[in-house]
């Protein structure tokens, strides 16, 4: 499996901060600003990738959005994916300043997907590896992913999988004609609270 550019502590903080501070900059002057070209001058922080970027505040999920698929450089990616947890998670409200001086925010880096070669879901059941995959299911327009941090909260693959189905809205246990299963890795790392709100 494919893995994603090299990330040592210098680069993960750098991410961590583009994060940070794309999200608070919104916060306090009710804008969301670009991230421009040289402000990132590391060239594997240029390089493309894919990542989700997930807000966490006392266990409470504040956002959880990114992208399987490296389509703009690392730093951009992680820009992105911040202001879109933070502010167009349809599934929760935007993130407040308490929020932000409080949260966690994590991102995920994720390798190259790879195809399972599985035809039913007992078979798919079997290849999961708990604790390292993250899946993609996809049938017609059903399609859903969760993350290998999934498995903290998961007793076993049943239970992960039953997630994923739920998530998708496809029955407990069914498989579609030409369902199609897909795995990944990730490079996690987080920076926690407090932090002080101010712009950059």
Known sequence: MTSGPALDDHRRS???DVAARAIGN????????LLGDDEIDDPVLGEPGAVFVTLLRDERLLGCVG?????ESLAHAVH???LQAAFADPRLPAVTPADFEAM???????SALEEIAVASYRELLAEARPGVDGLVIEAGAHRATLLPSVWEQCGDANQFLDALWAKAGLAAFAWPRGLSAERYTTEEF????PRALTTA
């Open 14 to 16: 750098a991410l961590l």
């Open 26 to 33: 919104a916060l306090v002057t009710g804008r969301v600003a």
């Open 67 to 71: 992208s399987l698929h490296p389509v």
């Open 80 to 82: 992105r994916a911040a």
């Open 104 to 110: 966690t925010i994590k991102i995920s880096v994720l």
């Open 190 to 193: 987080a920076s926690y609270g």
